[in-house]
T-cell receptor, first 115, second 115 residues
Framework: GNSVTQMEGPVTLSEEAFLTINCTYT??????LFWYVQYPGEGLQLLLK?????DKGSNKGFEATYRKETTSFHLEKGSVQVSDSAVYFC??????????????FGQGTILTVHP | GAVVSQHPSWVICKSGTSVKIECRSL??????MFWYRQFPKQSLMLMAT?????????EQGVEKDKFLINHASLTLSTLTVTSAHPEDSSFYIC???????????FGEGSWLTVV
């Protein structure tokens, strides 16, 4: 079955530091990959996604590249802000058909950014 | 603005009572919606897939008689927690697949506390 493994947190950084949160996956076929962010007390927001190998998803300064050869989708940001403090979830969905949208999540990584 | 709305955001109920949570897609028709559960400091676990006009598909280990799902229209799915007990206290969140945008949107989530 599908699985997603995320870098364990929590991750604590100073403002303007570089961020990497590792994510690797196991899936059959060609899944779509996602990063979701959950701010305290809120639901999930889609941060970025990639639907095929070598695609790069980007949003709000965050980037992640779909690497099929290493089955990875690491999240990066060059300069984090205090407002980026949240829980980040890596997820995948089987491509197409009725399974699309049925997400398998990683365990989540708590990011705290200090001023 | 939100494209998937979930209600209520917070609910407290007594043991033995039933609670209904609604998930609405606001600007698209969702033939498929998904219900997840998140325990404190844990990842999201898929409970069931809600299919408009047909029975929901439950994940292994999820009691279908306890977690009743109804998807009676293309914009509304409901999750009813029947005979709730304190161990049902959790964060429940829905998502909907927008076929037009090929994107999955999450609701804001619902915090259920059973006392």
């Amino acid at each position: 079955g599908n699985s997603v493994t995320q870098m364990e947190g929590p991750v604590t950084l100073s403002e303007e530091a570089f961020l990497t949160i590792n994510c690797t996956y196991t899936a059959t076929g060609y899944p779509s990959l996602f990063w979701y962010v959950q701010y305290p007390g809120e639901g999930l927001q889609l941060l970025l996604k990639a639907t095929k190998a070598d695609d790069k998803g980007s949003n709000k300064g965050f980037e992640a590249t779909y690497r099929k050869e290493t089955t990875s989708f690491h999240l990066e940001k060059g300069s984090v802000q205090v407002s980026d403090s949240a829980v980040y979830f890596c997820a995948l969905s089987s491509a197409g058909g009725t399974s699309y949208g049925k997400l398998t999540f990683g365990q989540g990584t708590i990011l705290t950014v200090h001023p | 603005g939100a494209v998937v709305s979930q209600h209520p955001s917070w609910v407290i109920c007594k043991s033995g009572t039933s609670v209904k949570i609604e998930c609405r897609s606001l600007d698209f028709q969702a033939t498929t919606m998904f219900w997840y559960r998140q325990f404190p400091k844990q990842s999201l676990m898929l409970m069931a897939t809600s299919n408009e006009g047909s029975k929901a598909t439950y994940e292994q280990g999820v009691e279908k008689d306890k977690f009743l799902i109804n998807h009676a229209s293309l914009t509304l799915s409901t999750l009813t927690v029947t005979s709730a007990h304190p161990e049902d206290s959790s964060f429940y969140i829905c998502s909907a697949r927008d076929p037009g945008r090929n994107t999955i949107y999450f609701g804001e989530g619902s915090w259920l506390t059973v006392v």
